[in-house]
Nanobody, 125 residues
């Protein structure tokens, strides 16, 4: 069992930055692929970024590529999402997730079995 707790959300102006953190409980953090997803009001949950177990490989949605950076610290059981050049369309609840993702389908929410409660990110224009 893994419990995930996100933090770092808030209100920021367009063009600003935020850093989200996701702290995981348990000793098996490094055995999971970690992902970030987001859900805006009235929209489906969408993939944002994912990172491999060692942190050596990262994957991004086209909408955030070049602006967001995912990283992880396995010693601290924490995954991060650095968000720069934020846009109003980035406004959403952001969730971190953990999964085995043996299929390689990092973009699919169904590949992740543990989810955090979410943290709100609001970008004003």
């Amino acid at each position: 069992q893994v419990q995930l707790v996100e933090s770092g959300g808030g209100l920021v102006q367009a063009g600003g930055s935020l850093r989200l953190s996701c702290a995981a409980s348990g000793r098996t953090f490094s055995s999971y692929v970690m992902g970030w997803f987001r859900q805006a009001p009235g929209k489906e949950r969408e993939f944002v970024a994912a990172i491999s177990r060692s942190g050596g490989n990262t994957y991004y949605a086209d909408s955030v590529k070049g602006r967001f950076t995912i990283s992880r610290d396995n010693a601290k059981n924490t995954v991060y999402l650095q968000m720069n050049s934020l846009k109003p369309e980035d406004t959403a609840v952001y969730y971190c997730a953990a999964g085995s993702v043996y299929t390689g389908n990092y973009y699919q929410s169904s590949e992740y079995i543990y989810w955090g409660q979410g943290t709100q990110v609001t970008v004003s224009s």
